[in-house]
């Protein structure tokens, strides 16, 4: 069993940062693909970046790229989403998930434990 808790989500005016973090326990999870996803309100979950287990790939949307990173710290078990330059339109629950068998997916399917969700919400 795997627990995955994400955080750091909050209340932030447009232009703004934050970063998200994401821990995963139980098993060894060093060799973890991680993926960041995010629901807005009546909408489906869309994938918003993923990273390898060994940080050497990262896979960002379109809709945020240039400005979200994704990064890990495995030495901490630690993964993180740094999000700059906030827009309304990022308002959403964010979600990490991680993947035991370390794929690297946009498919929201392709991954085995999801954290309970962290809210970000952009004011304008």
């Known amino acids: 069993q795997v627990h995955v808790v994400d955080s750091g989500g909050g209340l932030v005016q447009a232009g703004g940062s934050l970063r998200l973090s994401c821990t995963a326990s139980?098993?060894?999870?060093?060799?973890?693909?991680v993926g960041w996803f995010r629901q807005g309100p009546g909408q489906g979950r869309e994938f918003v970046a993923s990273?390898?287990?060994?940080?050497?790939?990262?896979d960002v949307a379109d809709s945020v790229k240039g400005r979200f990173t994704i990064s890990r710290d495995n030495a901490k078990n630690m993964a993180y989403l740094q999000m700059n330059s906030l827009k309304p339109e990022d308002t959403a629950t964010y979600y990490c998930?991680?993947?035991?068998?370390?794929?690297?997916?946009?498919?929201?399917?392709?991954?085995?434990?999801w954290g309970q969700g962290t809210q970000v919400t952009v004011s304008s």
């Open positions: 998930a991680v993947s035991i068998y370390g794929k690297q997916t946009t498919n929201p399917v392709s991954y085995d434990y």
């Open positions: 139980g098993r060894s999870p060093v060799n973890y693909g």
């Open positions: 990273i390898s287990w060994n940080g050497d790939s990262t």
